[in-house]
C-alpha cells in the first residue's frame, strides 16, 4: 500500500519530459445536467503529458529505479495509455522499454508508443493476455517490469492527483474516479484520506470488465470471466491485489455504468465541456448523468483520466449517443408506388417534414425488396431531431397527415384499418 510520503515524493518529480500539474475546469453547462447540488470540477488529465495519468506512475516507478536496474531496461503491458508513460518516463532518463500491446489497441495509441521511442510488441487480444506475454519476456530476458496498476510506486505516482485536487479544492467533498485495475484510484484514495478523512472516493467501472466493483462489494478478489466493453483504458478482467487492498480500506462506493451511458457521457462531455474524452475517462460522467450516483452538495471532482481516443472510435461513439436519444432518428414511410400519385404525396412527406423543422441527413429508396408489397415503395428518411419529444411529435405528424409508417424498434406502434398507429392514440380514441 502506497503511503502519503511516497505520493508526495512523486509529486516532487514533475518536470520537463515528465508530468505536469493539470488543471480543474467546471463547465456550468454540464454541470446543469447532473442531477443533485454538487458543483462538479472536471481534473482535466486528457491535458496531462501523453493525453492520460499513466505517466504518473510511470514516472515514479522507473525514476525510482537503480541505475543497475535502468542498465537492464523496462518491459510493461498496456491497452496504450501506459504503454504512452512508460516509454515517455523511459524516454527521459534514456532507459529501454518493450511494451506489449494486444493487437486490437487503438492505432493512435500503437503510433504514439511508437513515437515516444518504446519498442512495440502486439501480441493477444486483451490487457490480460498481453501482460501474460509481457511477464514471460521478463522471465525469458530480464528487466524491469512496470505495472500498469498493481505497484505500490506506480499508485504513488498516480496518487498526485489527489494532491493536486486538494490544492486547488480545499473544501473538497468527493472524488470520482474511472477504475481498471485500481491503481488511479488507490493512489488518490490513500493521498485524499490521509490528508482529509471525510472526503468520498468514489469509483466507476464498465459494466463488461467490473472486477473491482464486484470485489468490493464480496470482500474478495473476484475475476470476471468473460470482459466487453468499449472503454479500453479500465478493460481489465481482475483488479490489482494491491490496489484491492487499497480500495477496501479507503473506497467509500463503487458503481458500474453500461457503455449507452458512456457514449452519452463523451457525447455530453463533447457538447457541453468541450472536452475530448476516451470512454474510460468519461465513464465517472457516465454515472453521474445516469444517476448512478449522488454527490454531496459543494466542491467535487471528477477525474477525466484520458483523451487518447481513436476519430472514427469517437464518431461510433457519438453517433451510438445521438441514435439512444433519438437526436438522429430513421422514419420510414411507404407509399403507393404509381406515377402521378407519389410526386404529390413526396410534396406533402416534404411539407410536414418542414413544419416539424428537422432536418433530413439522408434519404433511401426500397422498390425491389421481398419484405415489401407489389406496388409500394418506402422511404427511409435519417432525420436530425431535437431529441425524444420532438422525434415523437414528428412520428404524430406524419402520421395524423396519413402517412403509413413502418415499426421500428425504439416506437411502439400498433396496426389499425392498415394504418399505423401510436398505441395512446388508439386509446385515446377508444
Known amino acids: 500500500m502506497p503511503k502519503l510520503e511516497q505520493i508526495r515524493a512523486a509529486d516532487g518529480l514533475r518536470g520537463e519530459n515528465r508530468f505536469r500539474k493539470t488543471p480543474l475546469h467546471y463547465p456550468a453547462s454540464l454541470n446543469a445536467r447532473i442531477p443533485g447540488d454538487a458543483r462538479v470540477h472536471l481534473k482535466l488529465e486528457i491535458l496531462q503529458r501523453t493525453g492520460s495519468f499513466k505517466v504518473r506512475g510511470a514516472t515514479a516507478k522507473i525514476l525510482g ?23 515517455l518516463a523511459a524516454a527521459s532518463v534514456g532507459v529501454r522499454a518493450r511494451i506489449v500491446m494486444p493487437d486490437n489497441a487503438p492505432l493512435t495509441k500503437q503510433e504514439a508508443t511508437l513515437g515516444y521511442g518504446a519498442e512495440v510488441i502486439l501480441h493477444g487480444i486483451t490487457y490480460d493476455e498481453a501482460f501474460g506475454h509481457a511477464v514471460a519476456l521478463h522471465s525469458a530476458e530480464g528487466g524491469t517490469l512496470v505495472h500498469a496498476f498493481d505497484d505500490e510506486l506506480v499508485m504513488a505516482g498516480q496518487g498526485t492527483i489527489g494532491l493536486e485536487i486538494l490544492e486547488d ?11 481498471g485495475g485500481g491503481g488511479l484510484i488507490s493512489g488518490v484514495a490513500v493521498a485524499v ?5 471525510d472526503v468520498k472516493v468514489i469509483g466507476v467501472q464498465a459494466d463488461g470488465a467490473a472486477s473491482a466493483v464486484m470485489s468490493f462489494h464480496a470482500g474478495r478478489r473476484i475475476a470476471t470471466p468473460t470482459i466487453s466493453t468499449i472503454a479500453d483504458g479500465i478493460k481489465v478482467a481482475h483488479v490489482g491485489e494491491r490496489c484491492f487492498e487499497v480500495i477496501r480500506t479507503f473506497v467509500d462506493e463503487m458503481v458500474t455504468v453500461s457503455d449507452v451511458d458512456v457514449c452519452r457521457a463523451v457525447l455530453m462531455l463533447d457538447e457541453h465541456a468541450h472536452v475530448a ?12 448523468l445516469s444517476d448512478r450516483i449522488r454527490l454531496p452538495d459543494g466542491d467535487c471532482a471528477v477525474i477525466v483520466s484520458g483523451g487518447n481516443i481513436d476519430t472514427f472510435a469517437k464518431t461510433r461513439f457519438i453517433q451510438r449517443a445521438l441514435t439512444e436519444d433519438r437526436r438522429q432518428v430513421v422514419v ?3 407509399l403507393p408506388d404509381r406515377r402521378g400519385r407519389k410526386p404529390r404525396q413526396m410534396a ?6 418542414a413544419d416539424a423543422e428537422v432536418n433530413i441527413l439522408d434519404i433511401d429508396y426500397r422498390r425491389h425488396t421481398p419484405d415489401l408489397p407489389v406496388g409500394i415503395v418506402e422511404v427511409a428518411l435519417k432525420i ?11 412520428d404524430h405528424a406524419l402520421l395524423d397527415a396519413g402517412f403509413e409508417l413502418v415499426p421500428r424498434a425504439d416506437a411502439r406502434f400498433a396496426v389499425t384499418r392498415g394504418i399505423q398507429r401510436p398505441e395512446h392514440q388508439l386509446r385515446a380514441s377508444s
Open 65 to 87: 529505479m537503480s541505475e543497475a536496474e535502468r542498465a537492464q531496461g523496462v518491459i510493461a503491458a498496456s491497452a496504450g495509455n501506459h504503454a504512452q508513460g512508460v516509454a
Open 169 to 179: 479544492l480545499p473544501d473538497l467533498k468527493a472524488v470520482v474516479c474511472p477504475v
Open 193 to 197: 484520506k490521509s490528508l482529509k478523512p
Open 277 to 288: 474524452a476516451e470512454p474510460a475517462g468519461a465513464a465517472p460522467i457516465a454515472a453521474l
Open 332 to 334: 420510414r414511410v411507404r
Open 348 to 353: 406533402e412527406l416534404f411539407a410536414v417534414l
Open 384 to 394: 436530425e431531431t431535437r431529441g425524444g419529444r420532438h422525434a415523437d411529435a414528428l
